[in-house]
């Protein structure tokens, strides 16, 4: 079984080849540092290679600031490209209606940052052979815009045009997640979309002759690899030394995120059956003397099979996992590069946290704050399908009343097991959300308390804490644990997760610290542990 292959939340792929090397993008929203580009040699296992941000826009809402957020926002759905020696990453920055494009020489970088003039929604960039340069973005409606030589924005003069239309009163999702290619003379686009008809989302594939179309197409892939209706799609395509192709696509995979899928493909001789035209919708059935352009098709007929053949460029090679354990033993400046496994929840105030001389991750809290999704220098890290624990050792002997220190799930729906002070006493509480504070919307407006289920004392600050999620069969559930005589004892029943576009991202394992009553306090983490 190859599939998922992350086995977590990385959603809309782009993916390409450079020499004996695959890389891979995908959107990071408001997690820092960000734009995480993964590397691999036979497209099943993944390591990280670099991030490309530490910040995009530099705003409140990143910052997580005068009652601003980032969730549900931030940095969408790259495009990956590599050129003549120079790596180009491209993306939106949900929230600010701006366009970036980040280069560099290697993935590592340095990387050099620049805005495009515009707003292009799920945009893949395009190299002509020609030295022309094009996007394709948009939802619903698919736009092909011809670019000035420098990248800067729409050349004058140049092409902008519909190049491609769904029909709103057949789709609940339109078009939209284009990835761009040529490929032998011939201008390919892959979209993601989702029929009335069909019960998921599915993949589709348009090609012409000349960049302006017109477009023939249809859908290439629609399963969900027998997981509950979730339709595996929008993503990218990619070529290996000796000829082969594969899609990586995104299934939606319940509260753990939207996880990657490789899926095989190979290009037919020619166009067969039945297609659509891009713009009017109509269908023509073509049989293999019609036309010579070839077409691929995704997997066996549409469906992603169990195994199949996958290359293997470097045998031997040993990939960097993407969890870690983390003693925070590092060496040097109090505010060091963490382990690249770690993200922030939004930019970090790095004036309240600090690599502990005790070889603890210490935080202080700046400001007081209303609930868990408030809290700033939240350290996170993916939660794994399909099941998955942590554990951490608490030292909360400085924190102050109402204040809230422990491991949670980071998500709308969130759970958190934390270490409290009452009346100088200390407690140990089960603080959740029940239900996401906004339905399906984009963005959280959760301004309300979390809710305390269950609460016991505890004789002392520090205590060893442990969570446990269980996404199999999208059971989606955490359970929280403590410490007691060498044992681990629940505390509470287990918490329901989901996923919601409030976040728009899988649920994560967080070290969060904050205060309700009076800001100053301070907490160290140690001994992480990631099963």
């Known amino acids: 079984m190859i599939n998922p292959i992350t086995k977590a939340d990385y959603p809309d792929p782009d993916v390409i080849r450079v020499g004996d090397t695959f ?3 995908s959107t990071t929203m408001y997690f820092f540092p960000g734009g995480e580009i993964l590397r691999s040699y036979d497209l099943v296992h993944w390591e990280i290679a670099a991030r490309i941000f530490d910040s995009i826009d530099g705003t409140d809402a990143e910052h997580l600031i005068n009652g601003a957020n980032a969730y549900g926002k931030g940095m ?45 929604h799920d945009a893949s960039l395009l190299f002509d052979d020609d030295g022309r340069i094009f996007l394709t973005s948009g939802n619903m409606q698919i736009h092909l815009t011809e670019l000035s030589e420098d990248l800067s924005g729409p050349k004058p003069g140049g092409i902008d045009t ?5 029909n709103p009163e057949k789709v609940f999702l339109g078009y939209e997640g284009s990835h761009f290619y040529k490929i032998n003379g011939r201008y390919y686009i892959t979209l993601i979309h989702w029929p009335k008809a ?43 030394p000796d000829g082969q192709w594969y899609s990586i696509m995104f299934r939606d995979s319940g509260a753990v995120g939207r996880v990657p899928a490789l899926v095989p493909v190979r290009f037919r ?10 713009l009017t919708g109509e269908s023509r059935e073509f049989t293999g003397s019609d036309n010579s352009v070839p077409f691929p098709e995704f997997g066996d007929n549409g469906l992603i099979p169990e195994t199949f053949e996958t290359p293997d460029l470097r045998p031997g090679y040993e990939y960097e996992p993407l969890f870690t354990s983390d003693d925070f033993a590092y060496t040097g400046e109090a505010r060091p590069k963490l382990k690249p496994q770690w993200q922030w929840n939004h930019i970090p105030d790095n004036t309240n946290w600090r690599i502990a001389r005790t070889d603890g991750f210490s935080v202080r809290t700046g400001r007081t ?23 951490v050792t608490v030292d909360a002997s400085f924190i102050k009343d109402g204040d809230f220190a422990g491991l949670c799930v980071h998500q709308g729906c969130y759970g958190m097991i934390a270490v409290t002070k009452e009346a100088g006493g200390y407690e140990l509480v089960r603080l959740v959300r029940l239900q996401p504070a906004q339905g399906f919307g984009i963005g959280s407006n959760d301004n309300d308390p ?14 060893k804490l442990r969570l446990e999620a269980d996404f199999t069969d999208m059971a989606d559930t955490a359970g929280f644990f403590y410490e007691k005589n060498g044992a681990f004892v629940p505390l509470g029943s287990e918490h329901k997760l989901a996923f919601r576009l409030d976040h728009f991202t899988g649920a994560r ?9 009076e800001a100053g306090g301070t907490v160290i983490f140690k001994q992480f542990r990631y099963e």
């Open 23 to 25: 890389y891979m993008i």
């Open 76 to 120: 969408w759905a790259a495009s990956l490209r590599y050129r003549n020696g120079t790596f180009y990453i491209l993306f939106v920055s949900h929230g600010q209606e701006d366009t970036h494009l980040f280069t560099a020489a290697a993935v590592e970088g340095p990387w050099e940052h620049k805005r495009i003039k515009g707003y292009f």
């Open 162 to 166: 519909v190049i491609i239309k769904d």
């Open 198 to 240: 069909v019960s998921r989302r599915t993949e589709a594939v348009f090609v012409a002759d000349r960049v302006e179309g017109p477009y023939i197409g249809r859908d290439v892939c629609s399963d969900d690899m027998g997981y509950h209706g979730q339709g595996i799609a929008q993503g990218g395509i990619v070529d290996t």
């Open 269 to 278: 001789s020619a166009c067969e059956g039945l297609f659509t035209d891009g």
């Open 369 to 391: 704050d209303v609930n868990l999704v408030h809290a700033a220098n939240v350290l996170t890290q993916r939660m794994r399908y399909p099941k998955c624990a942590a554990e």
């Open 450 to 463: 979390g809710v305390i289920t269950d609460r016991i004392p505890i004789d002392g600050p520090a205590v």
């Open 509 to 517: 394992f967080g070290l969060a610290y904050f205060s309700q009553k």
